[in-house]
């Protein structure tokens, strides 16, 4: 018996809207990405103040990632366990507190980088619950068909409020205080916190109502679920490492603004608003050909992409070949970002995919806070025999290196046969 095709947001006729609760949750999400657009700029701005030491400063925007290191499987076994919108809502709350708490302390010259470093770990640890649980409720919210345009317009949402306005208004921002700029973001995630109460109904996962084993239990079915299956083992590693790589160089991009394409907080706000922009044009068009373009074709060329660019601004070193090379940098992240999504909760079944895509994340951004390390201590180390110039131009290099490796590897590696397959094997009957 022939197997039916496998569908994608195809369709051709006119578009129904994706409902008030996705709506909800896309408000909740545009007000939290908006805060930590913000953040993106004034937490490695607000380290260089206190110390000049490119280690230091990567160290700041590592502990903003290692708690998916550290606590992404946890989340997710607690994300099929309770109800998936107070779980973002306690989320939320801790993590206004937290950044009232860093307000204050700026506000009062009380800033450090060990209390940056404290503050941007458990801030962390917040965004961990809070974005692992909204990835696995957006298929609860739309129908299975719309996963591309839902997740195309929590992308384009996303890189709209987080870069091109978060990174110039933090811009601003600084430039009047620093306190302004933590607590603007206070306002905002307070603001996500509002929206997501008005999320009414019943999301707690499939299991609902059903006696759950153990955490140890769940946490082993769902890594073991996630390990076993063909593309998303695969897709995780090569996320990880992809992810590595791009972190190595936000480690020292806002030293590389200031020192080698010389500009100020407001310029360095600005330059961050180009990956915003490519990355906005990528929401708006990637879901209109997502479905004309497979999977493993896409997953190739976006690496392709990204290997190039960074190699282009590690050799080129000036502002308008940044400018080009972080619009492309831009559109392929955010046609990366809906491409895996997508294709990750499409192969998840609902009692799984808060573990399952918290393990994936484990494995795939746990490597930011590595890079982010690496990137810094590679500076650090270069600097005195190189000069600082090439020291902060080493991980561009090194990453665009790893970009083109990974593109090469997934280009034999996972084929549009495999892919096929997985997606058959899970297409409801």
């Known amino acids: 018996?022939?197997?039916?095709?496998?569908?994608?947001?195809?369709?051709?006729?006119?578009?129904?809207?994706?409902?008030?609760?996705?709506?909800?949750?896309?408000?909740?999400?545009?007000?939290?990405?908006?805060?930590?657009?913000?953040?993106?700029?004034?937490?490695?701005?607000?380290?260089?103040?206190?110390?000049?030491?490119?280690?230091?400063?990567?160290?700041?925007?590592?502990?903003?990632?290692?708690?998916?290191?550290?606590f992404a499987l946890i989340a997710g076994v607690v994300g099929d366990r309770?109800?998936?919108?107070?779980?973002?809502?306690?989320?939320?709350?801790?993590?206004?507190?937290?950044?009232?708490?860093?307000?204050?302390?700026?506000?009062?010259?009380?800033?450090?980088?060990?209390?940056l470093m404290a503050i941007a770990l458990l801030v962390g640890t917040c965004e961990v619950f809070f974005d692992n649980t909204a990835q696995a409720m957006v298929p609860t919210l739309v129908p299975r068909q719309r996963l591309e345009r839902a997740n195309g317009h929590l992308q384009g949402v996303e890189r709209v409020l987080?870069?091109?306005?978060?990174?110039?208004?933090?811009?601003?921002?600084?430039?009047?205080?620093?306190?302004?700029?933590?607590?603007?973001?206070?306002?905002?995630?307070?603001?996500?916190?509002?929206?997501?109460?008005?999320?009414?109904?019943?999301?707690?996962?499939?299991?609902?109502?059903?006696?759950?084993?153990?955490?140890?239990?769940?946490?082993?079915?769902?890594?073991?679920?996630?390990?076993?299956?063909?593309?998303?083992?695969?897709?995780?590693?090569?996320?990880g490492a992809s992810n590595l790589a791009a972190a190595m160089m936000a480690a020292v991009l806002v030293l590389f603004a200031q020192d080698v394409l010389g500009v100020g907080p407001q310029g360095y706000g600005l330059l961050m608003t180009v990956t915003a922009a490519g990355a906005v044009l990528g929401a708006l068009v990637v879901p209109s050909f997502a479905h004309r373009v497979h999977p493993a074709t896409a997953l190739a060329v976006i690496l392709t992409i990204l290997g190039t660019t960074a190699l282009t601004v590690g050799l080129t070193r000036c502002v308008p070949m940044f400018v080009i090379c972080y619009l492309f940098t831009g559109f392929a992240s955010t046609w990366w970002n809906i491409t895996m999504i997508s294709l990750f909760q499409r192969l998840t079944p609902d009692r799984l995919r808060s573990r399952a895509f918290s393990a994936h994340r484990t494995l795939s951004w746990g490597m930011l806070s590595v890079g982010i390390a690496l990137g810094g201590a590679l500076a650090s180390t270069l600097e005195g025999g190189l000069g600082r110039e090439w020291a902060l131009t080493a991980p561009f290099l090194t990453a665009g290196t790893i970009g083109l490796t990974l593109a090469a590897i997934v280009a034999s590696r996972l084929t549009r046969g495999v892919i096929d397959r997985s997606l058959i094997e899970t297409e409801p009957a």
């Open 162 to 239: 987080n870069k091109f306005l978060g990174a110039p208004i933090a811009g601003m921002l600084l430039a009047a205080s620093t306190a302004w700029a933590f607590g603007a973001q206070a306002a905002l995630i307070l603001s996500a916190l509002v929206c997501l109460v008005g999320l009414r109904g019943d999301h707690h996962p499939a299991t609902a109502g059903q006696r759950h084993p153990g955490i140890l239990i769940m946490l082993r079915e769902g890594l073991t679920w996630l390990w076993h299956h063909p593309v998303l083992r695969f897709t995780a590693l090569v996320s």
């Open 1 to 70: 018996m022939a197997k039916k095709p496998i569908r994608t947001d195809a369709e051709h006729s006119p578009r129904p809207p994706l409902g008030r609760r996705f709506g909800m949750l896309l408000g909740a999400m545009g007000m939290g990405n908006l805060g930590d657009g913000i953040a993106v700029v004034a937490l490695p701005w607000y380290a260089a103040t206190l110390t000049d030491d490119p280690f230091q400063v990567a160290l700041v925007g590592a502990a903003t990632r290692l708690p998916w290191l550290l």
């Open 82 to 115: 309770v109800d998936r919108r107070r779980l973002m809502v306690a989320a939320a709350g801790v993590k206004t507190v937290l950044l009232v708490v860093l307000t204050t302390a700026v506000a009062l010259d009380a800033g450090s980088i060990p209390l």
